[in-house]
């Protein structure tokens, strides 16, 4: 079985950077279950869907509780494009909005290449 490979754009590694450092290495445990497994065999509660081919890594920890936002590209890529903290119970329409932007410009610069 293949491994997933994930990549952060630069955005999102500066985001993760502003995270206290519980949730940072919750993010890590979980980025390394999906590259082992992959997204469908990870499931809920560590990540879930979200809308328009976007998913969240549902992170938590006694820091709070924060969100990475991610898209599946190409074979076996996963895409991180925003990490924020979470305040509200439900993801902020604003942060979905953000990432498909992030999402649309990352494969607009893929397809230039």
């Not at 999906?34 to 081919?53: I, T």
């Not at 925003?82 to 509200?88: E, L």
Request: no cysteine.
């Amino acid at each position: 079985m293949s491994k997933w490979q994930i990549r952060l754009i630069k955005a999102a590694q500066e985001e993760l950077g502003t995270l206290p450092k519980g949730l940072q290495a919750r993010f890590l445990r979980v980025a390394e279950l999906l590259q082992e497994f992959g997204p469908q065999k990870v499931g809920f509660p560590h990540v879930k869907p979200l809308e328009n081919k976007l998913w969240e890594i549902r992170l938590r920890g006694k820091d709070g509780i924060a969100r990475a936002i991610y898209f599946l590209v190409g074979y076996q890529q996963i895409i991180i494009v925003r990490i924020f903290t979470k305040k509200t119970q439900k993801t902020p329409r604003r942060e979905i909005k953000l990432a498909l932007h992030r999402m649309k410009a990352f494969l607009t610069n893929e397809v230039s290449r």
